[in-house]
């Protein structure tokens, strides 16, 4: 099994793919981070296991800002230019011809399914997807949902959350499944559980 990595053009600078290539993988899972955080989160770590077990190439993608040392996201406009350009990249070549799964952790989530919309993978995973901010001290008003950014994949969607999530808990959809798992937005209280759920889904998708 090969491991590399190697850095893509974006016109943002350069993004950063982790590589994980089995030899004659059935599909291709690209992730990408948290707004704050980065591609070693646990939780992207067993995704990326679980992935591999069932036969997945997977690429764990750093998004410009963070392969520059910054902390704080990019606007969103930046991040999915950014995001498209390396799934182009790697569609036409790393994991050329392979059917393709995108997702990510909370931010990377949301870019995922923006792109998702207009581009119709065969999967989205969304790993702590941040429904809703958490409303501010005296404020009066309840932070947008983001909803419908889950809501416009029409591909099959898998939303790992944990059950403590103080950014809320997404409904399931017609096809969309919701995996409850113990913890909060880190998904760190049951590494085991969200690696069976996201070893379970991609057992049946279909491809």
Same mark, same amino acid.
């Given at each position: @099994?090969?491991? *590399?990595?190697? #850095?893509i053009?974006?016109? $943002?600078?350069?993004?950063?793919a982790h590589l *994980? /290539?089995?030899a004659?993988p ?6 990408? $981070?948290?707004a ?11 995704a990326?296991e ?9 690429a764990?993608? %750093?998004?410009?800002?963070?392969v520059?040392?910054?902390?704080s996201p ?5 991040? #999915?230019a ?5 799934l182009?990249r790697?569609q ?7 059917p393709?799964?995108? +997702?990510?952790r ?12 207009? $581009?119709r993978?065969a +999967? ?5 997807f ?9 404020s &009066?008003?309840?932070?947008p949902?983001?909803?419908p %950014? /889950?809501?416009a994949?029409e ?6 959350q944990g ?5 809320? @808990?997404?409904?399931? +959809? ?5 995996a409850?798992?113990?913890?909060? $937005?880190?998904?760190?209280?049951d590494?085991?559980a969200?690696?069976s759920?996201v &070893? #379970?889904w991609?057992?049946?998708?279909? /491809?």
């Open positions: @099994m090969a491991a *590399t990595s190697i #850095d053009d974006t016109p $943002h600078g350069p993004a950063r *994980t /290539l089995p004659g059935r599909g291709a899972l690209v992730l990408s $981070h948290g704050g955080g980065g591609v070693e989160a646990p939780d992207i770590v067993v990326k679980a992935a591999v077990e069932e036969g997945f190439a997977v764990l993608v %750093e998004q410009p800002y963070r520059a040392g910054r902390r990019a606007p969103a406009r930046q991040l #999915d950014a995001w498209a350009a390396v182009e790697l036409a070549q790393e994991l050329s011809g392979l393709l799964v995108v +997702g990510g909370s931010l990377g989530g949301r870019v995922a399914c923006r792109w998702a919309a207009e $581009h993978p +999967g989205v995973l969304c790993l702590a941040p429904l809703q901010r958490p409303r501010r001290r005296n &009066r008003e309840a932070p949902s983001r909803l %950014e /889950l809501d994949v591909a099959s969607v898998l939303v790992v059950t403590s999530d103080p950014f809320g @808990m997404p409904p399931p +959809g017609p096809n969309r499944e919701v409850q798992v113990a913890g909060n $937005h880190g998904l760190r209280a590494p085991d969200v690696g759920a &070893r #379970d991609l057992r049946r998708l279909e /491809l």
